[in-house]
């Protein structure tokens, strides 16, 4: 068995190396499973079924090249309006081993969307990480851009039936296990007091800002996307956080990239179109 202590990565690696060898969805070979999100499982498996090795280390390093190469294709995109976020963005994502499974695909697949917001991307982004449909609903909504909804749609739709057909439910085991905390008030009451405390003031002025733009800008563009995606995380963390208490980094993910670039580039647009303002 593949196992590395403290590793979540370790199970994406052990289901996948089994899809690839024959053994199925399953970590011990025998009992199916679906507490995954079935993007980067897949692309493990499809990894495994190439480069055929049973050593746990080669397997690791070839799960760690997937990361890399998902970190360069998010590095790229966003290069392609914020050269210098996109080095720091990159600079800093390599540093952070602990966001394995599949955070980097998550974050590759929301700048995807941002750069291209389509149907297809908005698939992409679900299939990525099943509750990013949350987020592509909201961001559908607030950019009026209803292919991407219904992509979204579509992907959470292609998620439940892939877990039903695996083991009979069409939520998967993790989102079951997780749920369990949703009626444990004092959990979610004392969550809520401490990012109220420590997070929350900072991203409800973040939040009021982007309602703000999203208000005054007409023109649905790349900066009111941002806005939108913004809000949309905001939006994504809170259900999480009262549905189980949970503020783990792959849930900041969203949050974070979409802070990160709205920081870099709305500010800069929202004082450029002062100045031509006040010169008509």
Known sequence: ???????????YVQIAHNMAIG????????????GVHW??????????????????????????????????GTGYLVSLRHPLTAVLLVAYLANRGHWDMETHL???????????????????????RTDMVIFALVFAFLTWRWTVAWGALIGFAIVCA???????????????????????LETIIRTVGHLAVYYWPVLEIAGALAVFHLIVQPKIDYEKGLSAGLIASLALLSVHILHNSETEGWY?????????????????IAIANRRTWAHR
Request: charged residues 10%.
């Open 1 to 11: 068995a593949i196992s590395q202590a403290g590793e979540d990565g370790s199970f």
């Open 23 to 34: 053994h199925g969805i399953t970590f011990d070979g025998v009992t199916p499973t679906t």
């Open 39 to 72: 993007g980067w499982l897949l692309v493990l498996s499809s990894v495994f079924k190439v480069i055929r090795t049973n050593d746990p280390e080669t397997l690791f390093r070839i799960a760690g090249l997937a990361y890399f190469l998902c970190l360069l």
């Open 106 to 128: 998550v974050l590759l697949t929301l700048a995807l969307l941002y750069a291209y917001p389509v149907a297809i991307c908005g698939l992409l982004v679900t299939f990525a």
């Open 162 to 184: 892939i877990n039903y057909g695996v083991d009979g439910n069409v939520i998967s085991v993790s989102a079951q296990i997780k749920s369990a905390g949703f009626n444990d």
């Open 252 to 268: 900041l993910a969203p949050l974070f990239l979409t802070s990160l670039l709205w920081a870099s580039y709305v500010p800069v």
